[in-house]
């Protein structure tokens, strides 16, 4: 309590903060889950995101003035997103913030950050709505409606002769419920039936009902949307029981984080991905910033990382922009301009990111061209393996 | 002081908030009672907010009532919760101890389950987009504030009261009250009713507060995190929720600086407050201000 | 249901009952002699499984103070489950001398130890997380040895499949509770804690140290956490430091339908939970938790010492 009263007084003596410049290092922030049960994407996005901060200030930053990352951990609740937004931007004074993790955070703070005129870059976003949100509020997770219906024509291809469909996704999860439904759609526009529909929890470990309902029903072919942990751990016990029909996984299996849970399992696994660590001959951003991420990590960047250093790379292309347009340096022009002049930029152009060519529209929602199909091949030891494109 | 409320505006409510949150837990702790049940409660009251707020079936009424329809939804929420208070916790208070925790518990689950499979709740997504009562967080002390106020005065009324004496007679000896005339089931009812209703309430206005309501709201985490603020603050005061509260909701804030280690700081302030503290903030105040009659508990004597 | 839909729900049930089982016994034990649940066992759960896969395998991923470490020395499977599960004995006895013990010395309300186990669990599922991250770890397949994955037999013309290490979980949990039975039934040191979880006054009049037994107590719990901590890494992997939450809570809904502080109350009632997550419709599987905890509600309004708990006398 007597902290609290003293802060007050200090602040209260300071003078007003507002029209004050911006100093270098300029504060982009990043807002993710680096505690809690999602902690695993937001240390991916983390990653993503450092590996940003070390290639584009190597390039000279913004013009020659470095930025600098500033962290605030969301933890795995709304409240705690709320907090670190207020933190990011009250306390940091960021130019624009990348995050958060979840769709439902993204539903709590995005207003805030929205209300605040702060722009806000979603890494990982893809529930419907959230560029609605708000003028400020945009994202570089593309929405999965674009890249299922691939995945489900690529599994046709390799087996003409599918008719039954198993679909089975994660209900607790607002990714994987939003994509089954796209998958569904697509396989019925094929001519498919959807002979079974099985439903799991994100938290769940063993499957032995699911499975036996797939193997029961005697599915050509099974798709499924979840994630790492547990769509691994399905896919695995699906092979062990004797399923041996194609498997087609939704973007949630577009990691590395699937090999260890289903090892030499994960063999011959369909994915939708919207982004390839694979994809570095005709995408030289990518191919850097896959190249430092293997020398700092020694695997491939998993999506997340890739969604992370895309939004950190729009941020800084942006702020290039913003000098342009106003004919000032940043250090020249207060918190305040920066903000709405970034949002601005943001929404104009084209970047040229790991991601592929992508732009953002008036809303803020990502136009992205570049989806691809994949096929897991693990190495003999089953322990590695690696996303070969295919189409 | 904006620059002060921008930055610690939502904190500070969200110490209310979750103060008030820990009264309703408080309310059948005082009558012996271990319910663990407001989360569940609480949402219930979001749901019925956030769904009044954005269901197209409810939009002829929004337009009605304009800002009216947030009291509104605060009323159904009670009413609700206080129905929903009746019929779960005639069955389950007449088990005791951690039998009635674990009965709560259950209960909070049940709900999460099926918060998260309706559509009309969002299932995994939740309802977003929530109408907003005040533009800034700190605006909405304003509903919050006034309810915590309200609710102190009424706990010190009740407490005075021959309620509030029915609800100690219970909690030092349910048996021995019983002799005495007292009817044990119906003045625990009550406390569950009063902490389940003021648990709705809270979650009818947090709803708009937090912008967005889905399944994660009313977990088992959330019940124990609001037992920790009465029993650190003190069980035996009306007081403790709100010291507890104070404590337990702004300590992961304040840890803030310390990064990646902030949380396993918070677990082992948590382990080494319950243990030093063991009659709550409110009996260590007690015992720094000398006071010399305490409610009969010797120190350091346990038969 | 056919006949084989049945059999291969009944062993899918008994194979998920059984590692419940072997953790709600790490529950009941510490309730029996202490009388309250003990929150950090899910995460003495998470932490056992850890360790035995840090004495396994030992290749750790890129995030966490540890990032990158790979242990030069792996330990067969059996030895490092074994040191993984006394190890895990260790941490649990080191968490009742750190908050549980000062808490019984001070005459804290019995429910402050609910707090202050919440709060060794919240250090130790975020020390995890400071140390290794939070990404998946797997055992190698090979660690039981070179076997089919899984069996299967046909009864008419449908098949049943069980996972062959759902068999050796089984058999494991077993064992495990075979000696733990011969232990608690037949030897003076399970009378001894038969007479301190009976009644701690009189236990102690009569020689029975009654700190050390619970401290042997709250081993052998942490013993059982690990283990099926470890085996459940086995079988679904490692997947961060929560993957415990789950069974933490479902562990409740175990010791309450079999009867707090009952340990075959334990072993029934892992079984029953099991085959019910088992035997649920899969249309309905959204609803599995829902149907435990409703479950769990009903035996409380009906019968609250649960299966084959004692039923509690009011005593004036």
């Known amino acids: 309590m007597k902290r609290l009263f003293f802060t007050v007084l200090v602040v209260m003596c300071s003078t007003a903060a507002h029209a004050e410049k911006i100093k270098a290092p300029i504060h982009i922030g990043i807002g993710v889950a680096q505690t809690s049960n999602v902690a695993l994407f937001g240390e991916e996005q983390v990653n993503g995101a450092k590996v940003a901060e070390a290639v584009f200030n190597a390039k000279g930053g913004i013009n020659g003035t470095p ?14 997103a709320i907090n670190a937004f207020q933190n990011l ?89 939003s994509e089954t439904g796209t998958f569904q759609e697509s396989v019925k526009k094929q001519g498919l039936e959807i002979v079974t529909t099985q439903k799991f929890q994100t938290t769940d470990s063993d499957f032995t009902t699911q499975v036996t309902a797939v193997l029961g029903a005697k599915v050509d072919l099974a798709v499924i949307s979840g994630l790492a942990a547990d769509g691994g751990n399905l896919v695995k016990q699906l092979r062990q029981m004797g399923y041996k029909g194609l498997i087609v996984g939704g973007n949630g299996f577009n990691t590395a984080n699937v090999f260890p849970v289903c090892g030499k399992y994960c063999e011959d696994l369909i994915v939708a991905q919207a982004y390839s660590p694979a994809v570095i001959d005709t995408n030289p951003m990518n191919k850097e910033f896959v190249t430092e991420f293997r020398k700092k990590h ?30 000032n340096k940043i250090t020249q022009l207060d918190l305040a301009t920066v903000r709405t002049e970034l949002n601005k930029a943001i929404r104009t152009g084209s970047y040229k990111t790991p991601l592929g060519e992508i732009s953002l529209d008036k809303e803020g929602e990502i136009n992205q061209k570049n989806f691809y199909v994949s096929r897991i091949k693990m190495e003999p030891n089953g322990k590695s393996g690696k996303f070969l494109n295919v189409k | 002081m904006a620059e002060f409320l921008n930055n610690y505006g939502f904190l500070i409510v969200t110490v209310v908030q ?71 916790g005639l069955p389950a208070l007449r088990l005791r101890g951690i039998y009635l925790a674990l009965a709560t518990i259950a209960f909070v689950q049940i709900v999460r389950v099926i918060s998260l499979n309706l559509s009309i709740t969002g299932g995994a997504i939740g309802i977003f987009g929530i109408p907003q009562l005040f533009e800034s967080r700190w605006g909405y002390i304003w509903i919050f504030g006034p309810l915590l106020a309200a609710t102190l005065l009424f706990t010190w009324r009740l407490e005075q009261g021959r309620i509030g004496r029915a609800f100690r007679a219970i909690r030092e000896d349910e048996l021995a009250a019983e002799a005495m005339g007292i009817n044990p089931t119906r003045y625990k009812v009550q406390a569950f009713i009063i902490g389940g209703t003021l648990a709705g309430v809270v979650g009818a206005m947090s709803a708009p507060f937090l912008n967005t309501w889905n399944a994660r709201q009313g977990t088992f985490d959330a019940s124990i995190a609001y037992l920790a603020y009465v029993l650190i603050g003190g069980t035996r005061s009306l007081w403790g929720a709100l010291l507890g509260a104070a404590l337990l909701a702004t300590l992961p804030e304040i840890l803030r600086p310390l990064n990646d280690s902030r949380l396993i700081i918070n677990g082992m302030v948590l382990v080494i407050v319950s243990i030093y503290l063991p009659q709550g903030i409110v009996g260590a105040l007690a015992r720094l201000r000398g006071a010399g009659k305490k409610k009969g508990v010797p120190a350091g004597g346990k038969t | 249901m056919t006949t084989a839909q049945f059999l291969q729900n009944l062993l899918n049930g008994i194979s998920i009952g059984s590692v419940y089982a072997i953790f709600a016994l790490g529950y009941t034990l510490v309730f029996s002699i202490l009388g309250i649940i003990n929150f950090a066992h899910g995460a003495v759960f998470t932490l056992g499984a850890y360790l035995t896969y840090a004495m396994a395998v030992g290749q750790f991923g890129i995030n966490g103070l540890l990032s990158g470490l790979s242990i030069p020395v792996q330990l067969p499977f059996p030895v490092a489950l074994l040191l993984g599960c006394i190890l895990s004995g260790l941490v649990s006895v080191l968490i009742e001398r750190l908050a549980f013990r000062p808490l019984r010395n001070r005459g804290g ?33 090979e660690i039981y040895g070179d076997i089919k994955p899984a069996i299967t037999f046909s009864i008419s013309e449908s098949v049943v499949v069980i996972r062959t290490v759902q068999v050796i979980i089984f ?44 401290l042997y107590t709250f081993f052998l719990s942490g013993f059982l956490g690990g283990l099926a901590g470890s085996l459940v890494g086995t079988s679904f992997g490692v997947a961060g430091p929560y993957f415990g939450v789950t069974y933490g809570l479902q562990g409740i809904a175990v010791i309450v339908l079999g009867g707090l502080g009952s340990i075959p109350g334990s072993v029934l009632g892992g079984i029953i939970i099991g085959l019910i997550e088992a035997f649920v419709p899969p249309d309905y599987s959204a609803y599995k938790e829902a149907v435990s905890f409703a479950l769990l509600f009903l035996i409380l309004m009906v019968r609250p010492q649960g299966l084959l708990g004692q039923s509690q006398i009011q005593k004036v």
């Open chain 2, 18 to 88: 979750q103060a008030l949150l820990g009264m309703s837990l408080y309310y059948p702790l005082s009558a012996g009672q271990l319910s663990l049940a407001s989360p569940g409660f609480y949402a219930l009251g979001g749901y019925i907010a956030a769904i009044i707020g954005t269901a197209e079936l409810f939009a002829p009424w929004r337009d009605l009532l304009g800002k009216a329809v947030f009291p509104l939804e605060w009323i159904i929420a009670g009413v609700a919760s206080a129905l929903l208070s009746l019929v779960i």
């Open chain 3, 171 to 214: 058999g494991v949990c077993m064992a495990v509770l075979v000696s733990l039975g011969f232990l608690i039934a037949r030897t003076r040191f399970g009378k001894a804690l038969r007479a301190v979880a009976e009644n701690p006054a009189t236990a102690s009049l009569l020689g029975i140290s009654v700190n050390r037994f619970i």
């Open chain 3, 109 to 141: 309300d019995a429910l402050l130890a609910l707090v202050s186990s919440l709060g060794v669990a919240l250090v130790t599922v975020n020390a995890i997380q400071y140390f290794v991250g939070s990404e998946i770890y797997s055992f190698p397949p």
């Open chain 1, 67 to 80: 930025f600098k990352l500033v962290y605030q951990d969301t933890g795995g609740d709304e409240a705690g």
């Open chain 1, 298 to 327: 020694k695997k491939d960047p998993p999506q997340f990382a890739a969604q992370a250093f895309t939004a950190v790379q729009i941020y800084v292309e942006a702020l290039k922009k913003v000098e342009v347009n106003t004919k």
């Open chain 1, 89 to 177: 931007i009250n306390r940091d004074k960021v130019v624009g913030i990348v995050g958060p993790t979840l769709s439902q955070q993204a539903f709590s703070a995005d207003p805030i950050a929205n209300r605040a005129k702060v722009p806000v870059l979603a890494p990982s976003n893809t529930a419907k709505g959230i560029p609605q949100i708000g003028e400020y509020i945009g994202r570089v997770s593309a929405p999965i409606s674009f890249i299922a219906p691939f995945a489900v024509k690529y599994a046709l291809q390799e087996n003409p002769k599918i008719k039954k469909v198993a679909i089975l996704y994660a209900q607790n999860d607002a990714y994987s419920t």
